[in-house]
T-cell receptor, first 112, second 117 residues
Framework: DVKVTQSSRYLVKRTGEKVFLECVQDMDHENMFWYRQDPGLGLRLIYFSYDVKMKEKGDIPEGYSVSREKKERFSLILESASTNQTSMYLC???????????FGNGTRLTVT | AQKVTQAQTEISVVEKEDVTLDCVYETRDTTYYLFWYKQPPSGELVFLIRRNSFDEQNEISGRYSWNFQKSTSSFNFTITASQVVDSAVYFCALYGDSGAGSYQLTFGKGTKLSVIP
């Protein structure tokens, strides 16, 4: 069974801090994704990666960056956290573009 | 551009009732994939089904069934004899060409289903 693990379930950070959200998958999947989920807005894609060191912007990349140095790990970075980045962040992976996504449990980030 | 609309924001049903969750999509692509995911209160989204655009057969899996109709661009999800464990947010999603050869997965905003005992 595929497991996608997000390093933190809950995180509280201050405005202006640099924040790292880590995600690891154990099934050798090519693709990895970062989404944010907000009430009434559904899931919105921030960034995705289809290979090591490759990244593509999603629908809302502003204020975020990502890193994929190893196939199993995909990190989301908030260079300078702001209150409007308070949200639930979901990491996912998939074998290929049309395969189902496997999601982690999510990280609820609060920026104060 | 492609779009997925789940018009029902929240639905409440009494246990054992049947319930249908609507999903309407828009795409110019002729080859695309449709998905349903379930997000229980624990938070982790779970894959339920995938359908490609060339397969319009309806599917049944236990109490769950899906009705795919290309003519109306809909991929509706029915739960028969609902149970409290079905309480969750359900997302419909579309994978296809969102424009200029850019393929991506687009989610609807989700439908929150509450099954009351």
């Amino acid at each position: 069974d595929v497991k996608v693990t997000q390093s933190s379930r809950y995180l509280v950070k201050r405005t202006g801090e640099k924040v790292f959200l880590e995600c690891v998958q154990d099934m050798d999947h090519e693709n990895m994704f970062w989404y944010r989920q907000d009430p009434g807005l559904g899931l919105r894609l921030i960034y995705f990666s289809y290979d090591v060191k490759m990244k593509e912007k999603g629908d809302i990349p502003e204020g975020y960056s990502v890193s994929r140095e190893k196939k199993e790990r995909f990190s989301l970075i908030l260079e300078s956290a702001s209150t409007n980045q308070t949200s639930m962040y979901l990491c996912a992976s998939s074998l290929d573009s049309v395969s189902p996504l496997h999601f982690g449990n999510g990280t609820r980030l609060t920026v104060t | 551009a492609q779009k997925v609309t789940q018009a029902q924001t929240e639905i409440s049903v009494v246990e054992k009732e049947d319930v249908t969750l609507d999903c309407v999509y828009e795409t110019r692509d002729t080859t695309y994939y449709l998905f349903w995911y379930k997000q229980p209160p624990s938070g982790e989204l779970v894959f339920l089904i995938r359908r490609n655009s060339f397969d319009e057969q309806n599917e049944i899996s236990g109490r769950y069934s899906w009705n795919f109709q290309k003519s109306t661009s809909s991929f509706n999800f029915t739960i028969t004899a609902s149970q409290v464990v079905d309480s969750a947010v359900y997302f419909c999603a579309l994978y296809g060409d969102s424009g200029a050869g850019s393929y991506q997965l687009t989610f609807g905003k989700g439908t929150k289903l509450s099954v009351i005992p």
